[in-house]
């Protein structure tokens, strides 16, 4: 059974900081997927990543991707108070057949003045 | 082009009543599912289906079922509500090629008293 834990839970941090969210998973994957929830809204995406090594980048946001390390990380730069929500990453355990993902608890972010 | 639609946003069902969620997505995806979101879990698959006529359980899908009679719509019934059944639901559709992103509806929320 597929696990994807999220670390940390809960994020604080001061504007203009920089801070890394990190994503592990416990079986073969490569395509891995980055939402963001604002408080009361739907999921929005982010970032795809669909191979090993594979970096997106999106204003203060980037992610990347290790396969072989199971290792997904979203870093954060110079974040704002507009940052501030919940991110999720997802990864997909169909085997590349039917693309069911499976989410982490997600990281809630709070960007301070 | 609406993208993904569900009906209603909220409602409130006694113990052992029944509905249905409607979810509606008018990109022509192949593949849609159903997602509940409870505090702090992230998000947990239901069902999904990859096509009319075909459906099949996700993680949790017990008190559940669905049907896809067409591409744009997959309704989730709920059969003899009951309060474990108090959530938010997301619906989702993907398309059959890549990049496999899921673009999600706006979600219902679901109160079982």
Same mark, same amino acid.
């Given at each position: 059974?597929?696990?994807?834990?999220?670390?940390?839970?809960?994020?604080?941090?001061?504007?203009?900081?920089?801070?890394?969210?990190?994503?592990?998973?416990?079986? @073969?994957?490569?395509?891995?997927?980055?939402?963001?929830? *604002?408080?009361?809204?739907?999921?929005?995406?982010?970032?795809?990543?669909?191979?090993?090594? =594979? +970096?997106?980048?999106?204003?203060?946001?980037? =992610?990347?991707? *290790?396969?072989?390390?199971?290792?997904? @990380?979203?870093?954060? $730069? =110079?974040?704002?108070? *507009?940052?501030?929500? $919940?991110?999720?990453?997802?990864?997909?355990?169909?085997?590349?057949?039917?693309?069911?993902? $499976?989410?982490?608890?997600?990281?809630?972010? @709070? +960007?301070?003045? | 082009?609406? /993208?993904?639609?569900?009906?209603?946003?909220?409602?409130?069902?006694?113990?052992?009543?029944?509905? &249905?969620?409607?979810?509606?997505?008018?990109?022509?995806?192949?593949?849609?599912?159903?997602?509940?979101?409870?505090? /702090?879990?992230?998000?947990?698959?239901?069902?999904?289906?990859?096509?009319?006529?075909? &459906?099949?359980?996700?993680? %949790?899908?017990? /008190?559940?079922? %669905?049907?896809?009679?067409?591409?744009?719509?997959?309704?989730?019934?709920?059969?003899?509500?009951?309060?474990?059944?108090? !959530?938010?639901?997301?619906?989702? !559709?993907?398309?059959?090629?890549?990049?496999?992103?899921?673009?999600?509806?706006? /979600? &219902?929320?679901?109160?079982? &008293?």
């Amino acid at each position: 059974e597929l696990k994807v834990e999220q670390n940390p839970l809960f994020l604080s941090m001061q504007e203009g900081k920089n801070y890394t969210i990190y994503c592990n998973y416990s079986t @073969t994957s490569d395509r891995l997927y980055w939402y963001r929830q *604002d408080p009361g809204k739907s999921l929005e995406s982010l970032f795809v990543l669909l191979s090993n090594g =594979a +970096v997106k980048q999106e204003g203060r946001l980037m =992610a990347s991707l *290790d396969t072989k390390a199971r290792l997904s @990380t979203l870093h954060i $730069t =110079a974040a704002v108070h *507009d940052l501030s929500a $919940t991110y999720f990453c997802a990864v997909d355990n169909s085997g590349g057949s039917n693309y069911k993902l $499976t989410f982490g608890k997600g990281t809630l972010l @709070t +960007v301070n003045p | 082009n609406a /993208g993904v639609t569900q009906t209603p946003k909220f409602r409130i069902l006694k113990i052992g009543q029944s509905m &249905t969620l409607q979810c509606t997505q008018d990109m022509n995806h192949n593949y849609m599912y159903w997602y509940r979101q409870d505090p /702090g879990m992230g998000l947990k698959l239901i069902y999904y289906s990859v096509g009319a006529g075909i &459906t099949d359980k996700g993680e %949790v899908p017990n /008190g559940y079922n %669905v049907s896809r009679s067409t591409t744009e719509d997959f309704p989730l019934r709920l059969e003899l509500a009951a309060p474990s059944q108090t !959530s938010v639901y997301f619906c989702a !559709s993907s398309t059959r090629t890549g990049p496999y992103e899921q673009y999600f509806g706006p /979600g &219902t929320r679901l109160t079982v &008293t």
